[in-house]
């Protein structure tokens, strides 16, 4: 099993760029999750969902979108990336909501 | 709302010592509580969970963690580190009802030192 899958590994955007971050995992989870980590200010949840075509905000949804058409996937597209979204991007997932596999995560520049 | 207090950004120990990493918690309703481990450059890995059941909670790698409703806390223990465990810890509750969502604290940098 591969479990969760995140691509890329790194990326550089330029502020304005747009981009998306895959996640995709292979367990049949039906919750996802997409989490920042900053220094200092430890995993803060961007949106989640519980299931294919339900999707919801977490604690820092400014500037992203999500999206979840099929169990397996879950996508976090930057709309239009700015220096504040400098960060390490972690995808995780749940089959019951209790106890998360996590990705290993994406580390994202922009300058 | 549920939120994670984690009491020590930072805990250095020598190696073969026992160590406590503390974790308090606030909810309005019953919580599950989990610990992850975060070695460099790496995901989260799920240390042990609390859902119900036995306040003292063994984990992998010889953590253990002890419920207590009263204080509302959830302290991570080993009783003798190696330097392997160097890492970053995270607490994290979630609600046993609705989304089961976690909110995370903001991490403990544990420093083992030979």
């Known amino acids: 099993n591969a479990g969760v899958t995140q691509t890329p590994k790194f990326q550089v955007l330029k502020t304005g760029q747009s981009m998306t971050l895959q996640c995709a995992q292979d367990?049949?989870?039906?919750?996802m999750s997409w989490y920042r980590q900053d220094p200092g200010m430890g995993l803060r949840l961007i949106h989640y969902?519980?299931?294919?075509?339900?999707?919801d905000q977490g604690e820092v949804p400014n500037g992203y979108n999500v999206s979840r058409s099929t169990t397996e996937d879950f996508p976090l597209r930057l709309l239009s990336a700015a220096p504040s979204q400098t960060s390490v991007y972690f995808c995780?997932?749940?089959?019951?909501?209790?106890?998360?596999?996590f990705g290993s995560g994406t580390r994202l520049t922009v300058v | 709302a549920q939120s994670v207090t984690q009491l020590d950004s930072q805990v250095p120990v020598f190696e073969e010592a026992p160590v406590e990493l503390r974790c308090n918690y606030s909810s309005s309703v019953s919580v599950y509580l989990f610990w992850y481990v975060q070695y460099p450059n790496q995901g989260l890995q799920l240390l042990l969970k609390y859902l119900s059941g036995s306040t003292l909670v063994k984990g992998i790698n010889g953590f253990e963690a002890e419920f207590n409703k009263s204080q509302t806390s959830f302290h991570l223990r080993k009783p003798s580190v190696h330097i392997s465990d160097t890492a970053e810890y995270f607490c994290?509750?979630?609600?046993?009802?609705?989304?089961?969502?976690?909110?995370f604290g903001r991490g403990t940098s544990l420093i083992v030192h030979p």
């Open positions: 994290a509750v979630s609600s046993s009802g609705g989304s089961y969502i976690p909110t």
């Open positions: 367990m049949n989870h039906e919750y």
């Open positions: 969902s519980v299931g294919a075509g339900i999707t």
């Open positions: 995780a997932s749940s089959r019951t909501g209790v106890g998360y596999t």
